[in-house]
């Protein structure tokens, strides 16, 4: 279905025709793309659809770099339609499926792009529904960033961080994630968006260090630190606090990590004791998803996190509450993998103490 054809070729080739250029932009690492290449590209209605009215091509965009430039390709896969004069139709960016693209692609024909219609998501998600508001802005917000319309794009966000998300319970996960990476994203091309997160990231340790024991605003701080690619500061805070502050204790799940890294064990027990551990990880295990692949990525994570629990309590002599630990270690998972797991953490505790004697 695609042509082998430069750009400029497929122009004329389109002009000749009265057709429009569709440019495939992908990568060779790139899942969403391989995705495409098995669904949507190979649907017999697309394929008669682009052979009607398209001259389609496929580019790696890392062997044509200059190309990606020109037309600001910086996220895959990038679909462009484009009119025989070399302007941009339409920009969809990110997986489609044979329905969505067939709508997409004669919406653009007619005049209605990507932005149009999330544009009129919004306005159909009405006032009254704040639920529906958030998911449309937030789509909206990432439609104006691929589109280079960066200074509506960064007013979107502020807004769903500073007050749809921040009103919507189901959205406050969210909020501190995906949302936070996609204005990063912004902050890389168009630096207010930058300056801005940095902005809420020193309203948020204000606010944090006014009420250190309140669980949210460490959230919205380390969230924030970890956005800008500034953990460290969140350390920086931790240490800044009194020994006996609450906010040590909140911070404790986001400087964990940069305690153990540091050796720094007794620190890193008195904001996430041994209870604690075993709480997150009885938690968790309830939760684990049925898929075997998701189950195993889940449980290692937790399996680590008893292990560096482990390394702790030897590396301050607290055997006991460590044999605790190792037996919760292995009752998740008492392969040989596990095992080897926790002989390294002990060996990394400084402390020759074999895995044998705790158990």
């Known amino acids: 279905m695609f042509l082998d054809l430069p750009v400029d070729r497929a122009l004329a080739k389109a002009a000749e025709q009265r057709r429009v250029v569709l440019i495939d932009f992908y990568t060779t690492w790139c899942g969403p793309c391989k995705l495409l290449d098995r669904t949507t590209w190979r649907d017999e209605k697309v394929i008669a659809l682009l052979k009607q009215e398209a001259i389609p091509l496929k580019i790696d965009a890392e062997?044509?770099?200059?190309?990606?430039?020109?037309?600001?390709?910086?996220?895959?896969?990038t679909i462009l339609l484009l009119r025989p004069d070399g302007l941009v139709l339409d920009r969809m960016v990110g997986y489609q499926d044979p329905a969505a693209f067939i709508t997409s692609f004669?919406?653009?024909?007619?005049?209605?792009?990507?932005?149009?219609?999330?544009?009129?998501?919004?306005?159909?998600?009405?006032?009254?529904?704040?639920?529906?508001?958030?998911?449309?802005?937030?789509?909206?917000?990432?439609?104006?960033?691929?589109?280079?319309?960066?200074?509506e794009a960064l007013k979107e966000y502020l807004w769903l961080y500073d007050d749809g998300m921040k009103r919507n319970p189901a959205s406050y996960g969210v909020r501190n994630s995906f949302l936070l990476s996609d204005w990063q994203r912004l902050?890389?091309?168009?630096?207010?968006?930058?300056?801005?997160?940095?902005?809420?990231?020193?309203?948020?340790?204000?606010?944090?260090?006014?009420?250190?024991?309140?669980?949210?605003?460490?959230?919205?701080?380390?969230?924030?630190?970890?956005?800008?690619?500034?953990?460290?500061?969140?350390?920086?805070?931790?240490?800044?606090?009194?020994?006996?502050?609450?906010?040590?204790?909140t911070l404790g799940p986001s400087v964990w990590d940069l305690l153990m890294a540091q050796r720094r064990y007794a620190d890193a027990l008195?904001?996430?004791?041994?209870?604690?551990?075993?709480?997150?990880?009885?938690?968790q295990e309830s939760m684990l998803p049925k898929d075997p692949a998701l189950r195993r990525i889940f449980q290692a994570r937790w399996l680590e996190l008893a292990a560096s629990g482990l390394e702790a309590l030897v590396a301050v002599g607290r055997p006991?509450?460590?044999?605790?630990?190792?037996?919760?270690?292995?009752?998740?998972?008492?392969?040989?993998?596990?095992r080897a797991l926790l002989e390294k953490h002990l060996q990394r505790s400084g402390h020759l103490v074999p895995l044998d004697s705790l158990e």
Not at 63 to 77: E, F, K, Q, V, W
Not at 208 to 222: H, M, R
Not at 324 to 332: N, Q, S
Request: aromatic share 4%; hydrophobic share 40%; proline share 6%.
């Open 63 to 77: 062997r044509d770099p200059a190309l990606s430039r020109t037309y600001a390709i910086n996220a895959y896969p």
């Open 106 to 151: 004669q919406g653009a024909l007619k005049g209605i792009t990507a932005l149009d219609r999330a544009r009129k998501a919004v306005v159909d998600a009405g006032q009254d529904d704040l639920k529906g508001q958030v998911n449309a802005r937030q789509n909206l917000a990432r439609v104006l960033m691929q589109q280079g319309q960066h200074e």
């Open 187 to 249: 902050g890389r091309v168009y630096p207010p968006a930058l300056d801005s997160l940095r902005q809420h990231r020193e309203v948020a340790l204000r606010l944090f260090l006014a009420s250190p024991g309140d669980a949210s605003l460490a959230l919205d701080l380390t969230s924030l630190n970890h956005a800008l690619k500034e953990d460290q500061a969140t350390l920086g805070t931790f240490d800044q606090l009194p020994p006996d502050s609450p906010g040590r204790k």
């Open 270 to 283: 008195q904001v996430r004791s041994p209870g604690d551990l075993l709480g997150e990880i009885a938690r």
């Open 320 to 338: 006991e509450e460590a044999k605790v630990m190792v037996k919760r270690a292995l009752a998740l998972d008492p392969s040989a993998e596990t």
